[in-house]
Structures are given as structure tokens and as C-alpha cells.
């Protein structure tokens, strides 16, 4: 079992900066990615960025160039930077990840965080 817990998050203008963390506990050997996603109501969950266990990234378009995923292995912490907000980029954000468990991909989600970027 592996718990993901979601920080950061909040409320900031257009052109701002926030940070978002998913911490993973629990049995974290077997991790094979984490991935950053977002939701507006009404919609469907989109893919925001991933990271696999070999650090490659990859990123929706209209996110490349202003947010960086990345991995911090001795924390067991997965980090989404994101710049030059834009209002477009509101949503609840989640993180989820897959572990390997024997002979199984697990799939486990944290809880969200809203993300509101004003204009």
C-alpha cells in the first residue's frame, strides 16, 4: 500500500508562481511513475506531466516550457513547479502514482488541491 499526500496549492495572479508536492509513504520500492493531473468541473481529468523511475519527463502542451515535474528519490517527494500561471491552468491538481506490486501495476491517487489563478 502507498499513501500520496498533495501540498501547495492556493490562490495567485496571472504570470505567478506556485509549487505543488506529492509525498509517497508506505511501500514506495516498486515506484515506476508519478504524474501531476488536473480537473475543472465538468471535465475530464487531463495528464498535466510524468516522470518515470528513469527521471524522463513529459509534459501536455499547452504546460511545456512553464511547469517542471521532478523527483526527489531521498524524499519520496514529487515536485510540480509551475510559471507564468495563466487562469486557464485553474483546476483541482492530483498527483497519482504506480507502483509495482508483485506482479501488478498499482495505480494510487492523492487527494486534490485547487489551483485559482486570477487574470
Known amino acids: 500500500q502507498v499513501q500520496l499526500v498533495v501540498s501547495g496549492g492556493g490562490l495567485v495572479q496571472a504570470g505567478g508562481s506556485l509549487r505543488l508536492s506529492c509525498l509517497a509513504s508506505g511501500s514506495t520500492s516498486g515506484f515506476k511513475s508519478m504524474a501531476w493531473y488536473r480537473q475543472v468541473p465538468g471535465m475530464l481529468r487531463e495528464l498535466v506531466a510524468d516522470i518515470d523511475s528513469d527521471g524522463r519527463t513529459s509534459y501536455e502542451d499547452s504546460v511545456k516550457g512553464r511547469f517542471t515535474i521532478s523527483g526527489d528519490n531521498a524524499k519520496n517527494t514529487v515536485l510540480l513547479q509551475m510559471n507564468d500561471l495563466k487562469p486557464e491552468d485553474t483546476a483541482v491538481y492530483y498527483c497519482?502514482?504506480?507502483?509495482?506490486?508483485?506482479?501488478?501495476?498499482?495505480?494510487?491517487w492523492g487527494q486534490g488541491t485547487q489551483v485559482t489563478v486570477s487574470s
Open positions: 497519482k502514482g504506480v507502483f509495482v506490486e508483485g506482479i501488478w501495476n498499482a495505480i494510487y
